[in-house]
Each structure stands twice: as structure tokens, then as C-alpha cells.
């Protein structure tokens, strides 16, 4: 009796071990999964300028190209038809994972007339990705500043990307 009373004792706390570890090791999973990034690579993304109280369009969607590098870069291209060719330059910046198929990012581009340093560009994504790991769905912050960083205005976007193959 003696020799069961220590298995049924030794089976319970091997199943309270797994069960409070349970927890632990979904939120590690979360925050870090095995296996390459969902991220990295190259986007064709329609970008949508939104209003940020109510979310209507504000104009026609346009397009961007965005790459991921696996250390954590980013650039981006725009094709933005708020800006004269060539006044816009390329963003750059930096993403991170949020959790299992969630990422944010950030870039900073500058706008530039005449050859002079207008305004800068910064963009915050929050991106999520949707039925695969060849779509992504973000919503971002825009913000404008001067060339010495003062708030000149901001705005919102969405954002829809496929994979470039």
C-alpha cells in the first residue's frame, strides 16, 4: 500500500509540474516561437490613409515595398502620391516581434525640396498576420516633424501586404 501511495504521490506532482508549466511555456511560445521569422523578407504592401478618429479612407490606396532583414532591419520604399519624385527618400528602421504572428515597426524617411532637409517621416506599425505567412494586415501611425523635430502633424494608415516571390 505503501509503494502505491508514493506513485499515485509522485504522478501528482509530476501533473501539477506540467500543468503550472503550461502557462509558462505558452507565454514563452508568444513571445519567441521556434523557427524562422514570419517577417523577414520582401512586401508589396497597398497602403490606405485613414481618418484617425473614424477610420474612413482619406484617398485612394497606394503602394510601398517594405524588407525585413533578419536582425531586425527594415526598409521601405513608397510610391506615395502625396510626394514629388524623387522629394521623398527611402525609410529605415528597425521591427520586433509583439507575439506569435504579431510584429511592430518603425521608420523615419526624409522629405526633402530642393535639396534641403524639409520635413522627416516616421511611421509605427503594429502588424498582424492573417490566414498564412504570406499576408500581413498593419495599422500604423504617421507622424511629420521639422528638420529639428518638432510635431508638425500626424495621421493614420492601414495597411495590407503580400509576400514578394
Not at 86 to 97: E, L
Not at 101 to 116: C, E, I, N
Not at 132 to 143: M, R
Request: charged share 15%; glycine share 10%; hydrophobic share 40%.
Amino acid at each position: 500500500m505503501k509503494m502505491n501511495s508514493r506513485f499515485a504521490g509522485s504522478i501528482l506532482t509530476i501533473a501539477a509540474l506540467l500543468l503550472s508549466a503550461g502557462p509558462f511555456a505558452a507565454a514563452q511560445a508568444d513571445v519567441n516561437p521556434p523557427g524562422p521569422n514570419l517577417i523577414v523578407g520582401t512586401w508589396q504592401v497597398t497602403i490606405t490613409l485613414r481618418n484617425c478618429e473614424n477610420g474612413q479612407q482619406l484617398a485612394p490606396p497606394f503602394q510601398s515595398l517594405l524588407t525585413f532583414g533578419s536582425e531586425g532591419t527594415l526598409v521601405e520604399t513608397t510610391a506615395n502620391p502625396g510626394f514629388y519624385p524623387a522629394q521623398r527618400g527611402p525609410g529605415h528602421g528597425d521591427w520586433n516581434r509583439s507575439g506569435i504572428r504579431a510584429f511592430t515597426a518603425s521608420s523615419l524617411a526624409y522629405v526633402t525640396l530642393d535639396g534641403q532637409l524639409t520635413m522627416k517621416q516616421r511611421i509605427d506599425q503594429n502588424i498582424e498576420f492573417e490566414g498564412g505567412p504570406d499576408k500581413f494586415h498593419s495599422v500604423a501611425t504617421v507622424e511629420f516633424f521639422d528638420p529639428n523635430d518638432h510635431l508638425l502633424k500626424s495621421g493614420c494608415a492601414t495597411a495590407d501586404a503580400v509576400r514578394y516571390k
